[in-house]
């Protein structure tokens, strides 16, 4: 409530959106509760609430997930996803590759303050992210009779076309393709040293 005030909402129209984004958050069983009790997941839903309280277009996320549980980091993505099907800008900062990749339509790298690289996830892997692995799982012979299963690795730019050829020996048992994510995109533009 306090929050709304600062945003100029009173009224019903106030209680009705403090109602709203507790029960979105998952706090409304604990809306007379001390903020002090509550756990960093529920502090960071809570957070996230006060901030889109007032319906903003552009909202900033700073690591909002840093820290938090699993389920209180599924529901901190519901609550994205919720506001950027209502029309709102999010721009979200994380360390975390698989959340830029599952949440932003862009994405943007830095590093050292230098903006690397700008594009779709698609884009950025397409420019960025190198060969897909394809892993052939195939029956070899062994010396003294006999066969094993072995495993071999071929690198590809056309991990359907190696697949579909790898396919067609009778001796191959499997097949496993592994591309390359947002994950290996910042590593390829930011090298793979340790920093402090």
Do not use: W
């Amino acid at each position: 409530m306090f929050f709304g005030r600062l945003y100029a909402l009173k009224g019903k129209a106030l209680s009705d959106r403090v109602g709203e984004l507790l029960t979105l958050t998952g706090l409304a069983d604990r809306r007379h509760d001390r903020v002090k009790g509550f756990s960093g997941g529920m502090k960071r839903r809570l957070n996230l609430a006060a901030a889109i309280l007032h319906r903003p277009p552009l909202v900033l996320l700073d690591e909002p997930t840093a820290g938090v549980d699993p389920q209180s980091r599924h529901a901190i993505f519901e609550m994205i996803r919720g506001l950027t099907g209502d029309g709102a800008t999010i721009l979200y900062t994380t360390h975390y590759m698989e959340e830029a990749q599952k949440l932003c339509s862009r994405v943007g790298i830095i590093d050292h303050g230098k903006l690397l690289a700008l594009g779709t996830v698609d884009e950025l892997i397409g420019s960025h992210g190198g060969k897909s692995l394809v892993t052939v799982q195939e029956i070899t012979p062994v010396e003294g009779g006999g066969e094993e299963i072995r495993e071999r690795t071929v690198a590809t730019l056309d991990p359907a076309g190696e697949t579909a050829v790898q396919l067609k020996s009778p001796r191959v048992r499997g097949v496993r393709v592994d591309r390359p994510d947002l994950e290996t995109v910042f590593l390829a533009l930011t090298g793979r040293s340790l920093r402090d």
